[in-house]
């Protein structure tokens, strides 16, 4: 794909976003081929998509990994980002987010607004993302493009804001009435996807009418001077409206709802019109800020100016089998070409670039230059990782890093042979430097490779990848929950260290108190001694003694969470004592106090969301009330009716298999992670025995 220049304000920095099944990729693919970047548009049940090129994505029929590319539509150049809709793996939503500049959300028209819809919604809101909603899939039995408007005004925001009307519904589909033009665009099959204008059906003149009325009137509300003009009973012209959405769209203000079929290419010439009409170039956006690396109180800012000081964050890390290393990059200001440094201020490295890739799914075209509004993989720079900062090393800056949701479940991984110990060490190593949702550990009791992620799918994926990627086929043991510990009420203690060997002796003594904190607070560390009782010098080994209890875990060896540990006093000897003793005295003062202090083991409690039919709803609910669960509310969707109820995840283990069943296999499910919740007393103690059966608790 040969770069075609095009000025800032003509560039469109877009992600596309929606739950699983929604049909985001097949619009994706429908982009490609409007925009002549394809020659025919791939269908998810074929396998054949471009975007979804991975052996997995492509066998399952979902997006895993997000995916890049860029076409031109009407003189802009967009660069899309693709991304997952399965809930596993939203971290790949989440620093999408943080680079594009606008977000299309697409929703289907069945299923409506659905769990990761509200995840991502929740998520661009944080970012204050631009935004347009297309309600896809009206060909569907069972779609209702006013049903899905209610829930998103119910649900996501009162700002959305039809600009079409559907014409026809389910089989009947064929067209949209456009709401500012006042014009009728219908689809039909020997005109190569391409739309013609006719007058508004006089079945939905009314309608249309009404809708259009309501429009105008919330676009002039965003606008002190067209609101004058049209209180006053002016005609606002539609170029000028148009120009007054795009700016309320770019504010936040006002969000578009277009509607269409994408697999039938009905509405997605429109949607095109729209992300290029209402979606922000970078230089409608203010300046990206950033701070002075080492003081975080002095904020930069960084246009998206070319000719500004290079700047551009690390969103993405890939391992290619054919060029290595890939950091994927959002250029924000600046340029620069191969053979430049950029600087890691994390690191604190200079890098040199070795190449620079335009993306295309799993394709690449090597380019001499990068300037500010790309999107690029470098080859070169090894040290990022995601949420990293590459800034020119003359005028270095530090963007603000990316925040990932704590895995949940995990699994042990046995290499076949002591041979294979190592490259499997580094092949999960690699497999979470790439996804910053998947982390790593290592058990030297029983010799296992840990991996946890965000759920079994997200796991299984990973284990996939270790065997087609890199040829290993490790045992692997059965998901197990991420148990964290906490304390439910407070203690104070006193604890001596004493040791007395033929030289200097070991001397430490301090007294503490834990107590418990709001879920979610993590740890918390305070020192409330004298110097003159613990000297400065020793406090930092005190913490780290607590934190490296806390971390290995008191009452079943999961870490605890959710305690702030206070240092109140202690005493030292001027001979005996060193910063070691207070390390050790740290760590058996809090392992003791937690042990007073009422444990408990906390467990992730998961959002639910089931579709089945309704003859199947009781059989359902009374399975969720059997899994310690709840239900929270039950909706109807077209045809099925959806259930949303939060259950433990220790009780949702195999669910997929148990839902077939109870269901005939019509029944859907999705989880994602909510919060953490106490354990009862019963099975925690049942969750402990087994531990120690296991030999998982350390001797102490």
Same mark, same amino acid.
């Given at each position: 794909?040969?770069?075609?220049?095009?000025?800032?304000?003509?560039?469109?920095?877009?992600?596309?976003?929606?739950?699983?099944?929604?049909?985001?990729?097949?619009?994706?693919?429908?982009?490609?081929?409007?925009?002549?970047?394809?020659?025919?548009?791939?269908?998810?049940?074929?396998?054949?998509?471009?975007?979804?090129?991975?052996?997995?994505?492509?066998?399952?029929?979902i997006t895993i990994m997000a995916a890049a590319t860029a076409f031109?539509?009407?003189?802009?150049?967009?660069?899309?980002?693709?991304?997952?809709?399965?809930?596993?793996?939203?971290? $790949?939503?989440? !620093?999408?987010?943080?680079?594009?500049?606008?977000?299309?959300?697409?929703? +289907?028209?069945?299923?409506?607004?659905?769990?990761?819809?509200?995840?991502?919604?929740?998520?661009?809101?944080?970012?204050?993302?631009?935004?347009?909603?297309?309600?896809?899939?009206?060909?569907?039995?069972?779609?209702?493009?006013?049903?899905?408007?209610?829930?998103?005004?119910?649900?996501?925001?009162?700002?959305?804001?039809?600009?079409?009307?559907?014409?026809?519904?389910?089989?009947?589909?064929?067209?949209?009435?456009?709401?500012?033009?006042?014009?009728?665009?219908?689809?039909?099959?020997?005109?190569?996807?391409?739309?013609?204008?006719?007058?508004?059906?006089?079945?939905?003149?009314?309608?249309?009418?009404?809708?259009?009325?309501?429009?105008?009137?919330?676009?002039?509300?965003?606008?002190?001077?067209?609101?004058?003009?049209?209180?006053?009973?002016?005609?606002i012209e539609v170029e000028t409206l148009k120009k007054a959405l795009?700016?309320?769209?770019?504010?936040?203000?006002?969000?578009?709802?277009?509607?269409?079929?994408?697999?039938?290419?009905?509405?997605?010439?429109?949607?095109?019109?729209?992300?290029?009409?209402?979606?922000?170039?970078?230089?409608?956006?203010?300046?990206?800020?950033?701070?002075?690396?080492?003081?975080?109180?002095?904020?930069?800012?960084?246009?998206?100016?070319?000719?500004?000081?290079? +700047?551009?964050? #690390?969103?993405?890390?890939?391992?290619?089998?054919?060029?290595? *290393?890939?950091?994927?990059?959002?250029?924000?200001?600046?340029?620069?070409?191969?053979? =430049?440094?950029?600087?890691?201020? !994390?690191?604190? $490295?200079?890098?040199?670039?070795?190449?620079?890739?335009?993306?295309?799914? @799993?394709?690449?075209?090597?380019?001499?230059?990068?300037?500010?509004?790309?999107?690029?993989?470098?080859?070169?720079?090894?040290?990022?990782?995601?949420?990293?900062?590459?800034? @020119?090393?003359?005028?270095?800056?530090?963007? $603000?890093?990316?925040?990932?949701?704590?895995?949940?479940?995990?699994?042990?991984?046995?290499?076949?042979?002591?041979?294979?110990?190592?490259?499997?060490?580094?092949?999960?190593?690699?497999?979470?430097?790439?996804?910053?949702?998947?982390?790593?550990?290592?058990?030297?009791?029983?010799?296992?490779?840990?991996?946890?992620?965000?759920?079994?799918?997200?796991?299984?994926?990973?284990?996939?990848?270790?065997?087609?990627?890199?040829?290993?086929?490790?045992?692997?043991?059965?998901?197990?929950?991420?148990?964290?510990?906490?304390?439910?009420?407070?203690?104070?203690?006193?604890?001596?260290?004493?040791?007395?060997?033929?030289? *200097?002796?070991?001397?430490?003594?301090?007294?503490?108190?834990?107590?418990?904190?709001?879920?979610?607070s993590g740890i918390e560390f305070e020192n409330e001694s004298s110097?003159?009782?613990?000297?400065?010098?020793?406090?930092?080994?005190?913490?780290?003694?607590?934190?490296?209890?806390?971390?290995?875990?008191?009452?079943?060896?999961?870490?605890?969470?959710?305690?702030?540990?206070?240092?109140?006093?202690?005493?030292?000897?001027?001979? @005996?004592?060193?910063?070691?003793?207070?390390?050790?005295?740290?760590?058996?003062?809090?392992?003791?106090?937690?042990?007073?202090? #009422?444990?408990?083991?906390?467990?992730?409690?998961?959002?639910?969301?089931?579709?089945?039919?309704? =003859?199947?709803?009781?059989?359902?609910?009374?399975?969720?009330?059997?899994?310690?669960?709840?239900?929270?509310?039950?909706?109807?969707?077209?045809?099925?009716?959806?259930?949303?109820?939060?259950?433990?995840?220790?009780?949702?283990?195999?669910?997929?298999?148990?839902?077939?069943?109870?269901?005939?296999?019509?029944?859907?499910?999705?989880?994602?992670?909510?919060?953490?919740?106490?354990?009862?007393?019963?099975?925690?103690?049942?969750?402990?025995?087994?531990?120690?059966?296991?030999?998982?608790?350390?001797?102490?």
């Open positions: 794909m040969a770069k075609k220049s095009a000025p800032m304000e003509k560039v469109r920095i877009i992600g596309i976003f929606a739950h699983v099944d929604a049909g985001k990729t097949t619009t994706s693919e429908a982009f490609l081929y409007f925009t002549g970047r394809i020659h025919r548009a791939g269908g998810i049940d074929e396998g054949d998509t471009q975007l979804d090129w991975m052996e997995q994505e492509r066998e399952r029929g031109h539509w009407n003189r802009h150049r967009v660069n899309l980002i693709d991304t997952p809709g399965h809930i596993d793996f939203t971290a $790949e939503v989440v !620093r999408s987010m943080r680079v594009i500049d606008g977000g299309v959300v697409v929703l +289907c028209g069945v299923g409506g607004v659905e769990p990761q819809t509200e995840t991502v919604w929740m998520h661009a809101n944080r970012d204050n993302l631009p935004r347009i909603l297309f309600i896809n899939k009206l060909d569907r039995i069972g779609s209702d493009f006013e049903r899905v408007l209610g829930e998103v005004h119910e649900r996501l925001t009162k700002k959305a804001v039809p600009v079409q009307l559907p014409i026809g519904k389910e089989d009947d589909f064929r067209g949209v009435v456009d709401l500012l033009e006042e014009k009728a665009l219908i689809w039909a099959d020997d005109e190569d996807g391409r739309p013609r204008e006719e007058p508004i059906p006089a079945a939905l003149e009314e309608r249309a009418a009404s809708l259009r009325a309501a429009l105008v009137e919330a676009i002039c509300e965003t606008d002190d001077e067209l609101l004058g003009r049209w209180l006053e009973g002016e005609e795009r700016q309320a769209v770019i504010d936040n203000d006002l969000m578009p709802v277009l509607c269409g079929a994408s697999r039938e290419h009905i509405g997605v010439q429109p949607l095109l019109d729209a992300i290029v009409d209402y979606l922000p170039a970078p230089t409608d956006l203010k300046p990206i800020l950033g701070s002075v690396p080492g003081n975080g109180d002095e904020i930069i800012e960084r246009p998206d100016d070319p000719d500004a000081p290079f +700047c551009a964050a #690390a969103f993405k890390i890939v391992t290619d089998p054919h060029v290595g *290393h890939l950091t994927w990059v959002r250029v924000f200001s600046g340029q620069m070409g191969v053979g =430049d440094t950029v600087y890691n201020p !994390r690191t604190e $490295e200079m890098e040199r670039v070795g190449r620079i890739y335009y993306l295309h799914g @799993d394709k690449r075209e090597q380019v001499e230059r990068m300037e500010a509004s790309d999107v690029v993989a470098l080859v070169g720079p090894r040290s990022a990782v995601t949420g990293d900062t590459l800034c @020119d090393p003359d005028q270095p800056v530090v963007l $603000e890093t990316f925040e990932f949701p704590d895995p949940v479940i995990k699994v042990a991984l046995k290499p076949e042979s002591n041979e294979q110990r190592e490259k499997l060490r580094e092949a999960v190593r690699r497999l979470s430097d790439e996804d910053p949702t998947l982390e790593h550990g290592y058990d030297p009791e029983t010799g296992e490779e840990i991996l946890a992620g965000m759920g079994e799918l997200h796991l299984e994926i990973a284990v996939d990848r270790l065997q087609r990627e890199f040829g290993l086929t490790p045992t692997i043991s059965p998901p197990e929950v991420a148990y964290r510990e906490t304390v439910r009420r407070g203690f104070e203690t006193v604890m001596t260290y004493r040791k007395q060997t033929g030289g *200097h002796g070991h001397f430490a003594e301090i007294e503490l108190r834990v107590e418990p904190l709001e879920r979610g110097g003159a009782d613990v000297p400065a010098d020793f406090v930092k080994p005190v913490e780290k003694g607590v934190r490296g209890a806390l971390e290995k875990g008191i009452i079943a060896g999961y870490p605890v969470t959710d305690v702030r540990v206070t240092l109140l006093d202690g005493k030292y000897h001027e001979v @005996d004592s060193a910063a070691m003793d207070f390390e050790i005295a740290g760590s058996m003062a809090v392992q003791k106090a937690v042990r007073q202090a #009422a444990p408990a083991l906390l467990e992730p409690v998961m959002e639910i969301d089931i579709n089945a039919t309704e =003859d199947q709803v009781g059989s359902v609910v009374a399975d969720i009330g059997r899994r310690r669960g709840s239900v929270n509310a039950m909706r109807v969707r077209g045809q099925m009716r959806n259930i949303d109820g939060q259950v433990p995840l220790a009780e949702a283990r195999g669910y997929a298999t148990d839902l077939r069943s109870l269901t005939k296999g019509r029944g859907t499910f999705t989880l994602e992670f909510d919060h953490y919740d106490v354990v009862p007393d019963d099975i925690a103690e049942e969750v402990i025995e087994r531990r120690k059966e296991e030999g998982k608790l350390r001797r102490r």
